[in-house]
C-alpha cells in the first residue's frame, strides 16, 4: 500500500459504488466530518434507483435523484464516475483502488453477479435472459441499452417477486408478447411480490385458468394449513386498483412448478421447458418445495430468471455461495447486529479498513429504503473504527489528484459531479425538446461526447 502523504487531520473514506447504499453512506460519513471519495462504474449516480427501479415511476426516481444529487453537492464528497474496479476487465484493480491512501473503504457495488439454475445446455440455448440484465436495457445502462435481447412470443418468468412482476410489465406493456407465465417453484402464500406492484399486472391475468391451478394444488396447500379459497381471495386483491392498459398478452400462474429441464428447438432457441411438480413440505418454520416426480412439457421460447441476484466474484474480496464473506462470529460491539467487515482472504478475521454495505452485505435484499439503512449502518461501523484506530490518510484533493493521474496514465475518461450536473442539463434540454419525461443516452461513448470528456 502507498504511503499517504500530504496527511490530513480530516480521515479520508473512499466508498465504492454510488447506489443508494453508497451515497446514503457517503452522506452519514461527510456529516460527521469525514471526507469521501466516491467512486463509481456507471457514469450517473444512482445505481439501481437509476437503472432498476421501473423506467416509468418518474416521480419516485426524480425524488430520489433530488435526494442523491443534495448529496453529492457536499463540499466533503467528491464523486468520480466511469470508473469499474474488478480484478480483471476493470478500470482499476482492488489493489490500486487500496493504492489511492485512503483511511478506509466501504465497498457498496450492489449485487452484479447473475445466478444460475445449473441446466444442461443453459449457456448455449438461445432465449434465456437473467431478469437484471432486461431491467438494465429498459432502463437504458450501458452497454445493455443498446444490445439487442430477442425476446419470443411465450414467456417463462422462473420467481415470483418483484422484479418478476417488472418483467412482467415491460412484457406486457411494451413488448406485448402472446403470453406469461408465471413459473413458482412454491405456492401462492409464499409469493414474494406486493400488491401494489401487482396492479400494473393483474388485469392480463386469466383469472379462470387461475382458479383452475388453485384447484389443482388445492389438497396440498390444505396440508400444510392454507385455504385454497381464501388465497384466490388474496390474488384477486390488486384488481381493486388495477392499471388499465390495452395489450394482448395473456398471464398465467403455474404455482409449485420447477424446470426440471431445458428443450431446445433445430434452430437452438427454447422450444419448451419440462416442468417438475412440487409439493409444500413444512421444513422447521418453512414451507419448503419438494418434487412429487410429476412432470409435464410447456411450450416456451424465452425463458427468464428473476430469482434475485449475487455478487460479481470478479471484485476480487474473498466470495462464497453468492456473498462476499464477513469474518464468522457475531458483531464484536453489538453482538444482536451483523457484521459489516471484509474477511481477511487468508484468515477468518477483519481486513482492517475495509467494510461492506447495501447489496454488497446481503444481495436483492429489499427497497431502497432498506439500502439505505443498510449504507448508513456501514458508515457508522466505519466511524467506529476511525476513531479506535486513528488511521494516517492522504487529503481528499490528494486522493482525488492520484486517482486522475492514474486515470489519465490509463487514458481511461471520467466523470466527476460537475460533469454529471452538464450531463443532466442535456438530457433534460432534449427531453424538454422532444415533449417527453425523459431522455436518456444509450451509450457512455454519447454522454462522454456531450460534455466532451471522451
Ligand atoms: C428491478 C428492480 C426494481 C426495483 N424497484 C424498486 C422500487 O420500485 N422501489 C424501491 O424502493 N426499491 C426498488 N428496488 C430495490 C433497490 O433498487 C435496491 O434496494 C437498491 O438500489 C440497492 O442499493 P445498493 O446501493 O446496495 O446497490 P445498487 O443500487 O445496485 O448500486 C450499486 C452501485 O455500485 C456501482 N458499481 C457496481 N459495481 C462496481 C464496481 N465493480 N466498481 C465501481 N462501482 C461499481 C454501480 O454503478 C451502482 O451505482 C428495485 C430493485 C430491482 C432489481
Ligand atoms: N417495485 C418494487 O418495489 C420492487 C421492484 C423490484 C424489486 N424490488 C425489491 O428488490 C428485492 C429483490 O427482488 P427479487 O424479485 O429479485 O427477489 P425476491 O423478492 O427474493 O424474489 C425471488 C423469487 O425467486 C424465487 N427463487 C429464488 N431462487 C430460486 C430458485 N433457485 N428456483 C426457483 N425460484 C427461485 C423465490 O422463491 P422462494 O420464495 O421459493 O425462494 C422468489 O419467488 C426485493 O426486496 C424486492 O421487493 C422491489
Same mark, same amino acid.
Given at each position: 500500500?502507498?504511503? $499517504? ?5 480530516? =480521515? ?51 425524488? %430520489?435523484?433530488?435526494?442523491? &444529487? ?64 432486461? @431491467? ?6 450501458? $452497454? ?18 418483484? @422484479? ?42 386469466? #383469472? ?14 390444505? !396440508? ?31 404455482? %409449485? ?21 412440487? +409439493? ?19 411450450? #416456451? ?9 449475487? @455478487? ?24 444482536? *447486529?451483523?457484521?459489516?467487515? @471484509? ?6 478475521? $477483519?481486513? =482492517? ?10 444481495? !436483492? &435484499?429489499? #427497497? ?18 476511525? *476513531?479506535?484506530?486513528?488511521?494516517? !490518510? ?5 486522493? +482525488? +489528484? ?45 454522454? #462522454? ?6
Amino acid at each position: 500500500m502507498t504511503e $499517504p502523504n500530504n496527511t490530513s487531520s480530516r =480521515p479520508v473514506v473512499a466508498v465504492l459504488g454510488a447506489g443508494p447504499a453508497g451515497l446514503y453512506a457517503a452522506n452519514k460519513l461527510a456529516q460527521e466530518g469525514v471526507d469521501v471519495l466516491l467512486i463509481n462504474r456507471d457514469i450517473k449516480p444512482g445505481g439501481l434507483a437509476e437503472y432498476g427501479i421501473y423506467f416509468d415511476k418518474h416521480k419516485m426516481k426524480n425524488g %430520489l435523484r433530488k435526494q442523491f &444529487d443534495r448529496i453529492l453537492a457536499q463540499k466533503n464528497i467528491a464523486y468520480m464516475g466511469h470508473i469499474e474496479v474488478r480484478q480483471q476487465g476493470g478500470t482499476l484493480t482492488l489493489e490500486e483502488f487500496e493504492d489511492l491512501g485512503c483511511a478506509a473503504y466501504l465497498v457498496a457495488v450492489g449485487a452484479q453477479g447473475t445466478r444460475k439454475l445449473g441446466y444442461d445446455g443453459e449457456d448455449q440455448i438461445s432465449g434465456l435472459f437473467h431478469a437484471k440484465d432486461l @431491467v438494465y436495457h429498459y432502463n437504458q445502462l450501458p $452497454p445493455f441499452a443498446s444490445q439487442e435481447f430477442s425476446i419470443g412470443q411465450h414467456v417463462g418468468i422462473i420467481g415470483m417477486g418483484n @422484479v418478476m412482476v417488472d418483467i412482467a410489465h415491460w412484457l406486457v406493456w411494451e413488448k406485448k408478447v402472446a403470453s406469461v407465465t408465471i413459473l413458482a417453484r412454491r405456492g401462492p402464500a409464499e409469493r414474494a411480490y406486493t400488491d401494489k406492484e401487482m396492479r400494473e399486472v393483474i388485469r392480463a391475468v386469466d #383469472l379462470d385458468a387461475l382458479d383452475v391451478e388453485i384447484a389443482r394444488i388445492a389438497d396440498n396447500l390444505r !396440508s400444510v394449513g392454507q385455504d385454497p379459497e381464501a388465497l384466490k381471495k388474496e390474488l384477486r386483491e390488486p384488481l381493486d386498483k388495477a392499471e388499465v392498459f390495452d395489450s394482448p398478452t395473456r398471464m398465467a400462474f403455474r404455482f %409449485l412448478v420447477g424446470v426440471n429441464k431445458l428443450i431446445a428447438g433445430p434452430d437452438g432457441r427454447l422450444a419448451a421447458v419440462e416442468l417438475g411438480h412440487n +409439493q409444500l413440505i413444512q421444513k422447521g418454520d418453512r414451507l419448503n418445495a419438494q418434487s412429487t416426480g410429476q412432470t409435464e412439457i410447456l411450450p #416456451l421460447d424465452t425463458l427468464v430468471y428473476a430469482i434475485g441476484d449475487q @455478487v460479481d466474484e470478479g471484485l476480487g474480496l474473498p466470495f462464497r455461495n453468492g456473498q462476499f464473506l464477513t469474518p464468522s462470529g457475531p458483531n464484536p460491539h453489538e453482538p444482536e *447486529k451483523a457484521r459489516y467487515e @471484509v474477511k481477511d482472504p487468508q484468515h477468518d478475521q $477483519p481486513r =482492517p479498513g475495509w467494510f461492506l454495505g447495501g447489496w454488497a452485505r446481503i444481495a !436483492s &435484499d429489499g #427497497l431502497v429504503g432498506k439500502a439505505r439503512a443498510d449504507g448508513e449502518t456501514a458508515a457508522n461501523e466505519v466511524l467506529r473504527w476511525l *476513531k479506535q484506530h486513528n488511521p494516517q !490518510s492522504a487529503d481528499l484533493a490528494s486522493c +482525488q +489528484q492520484r486517482l486522475r493521474t492514474l486515470l489519465q496514465q490509463k487514458q481511461h475518461p471520467f466523470v466527476e459531479y460537475a460533469d454529471v450536473l452538464t450531463l443532466q442539463s442535456i438530457e433534460q434540454a432534449r427531453a424538454d425538446a422532444l415533449g417527453v419525461p425523459l431522455f436518456k443516452f444509450n451509450t457512455n461513448e454519447e454522454m #462522454l461526447a456531450a460534455i466532451q470528456k471522451s
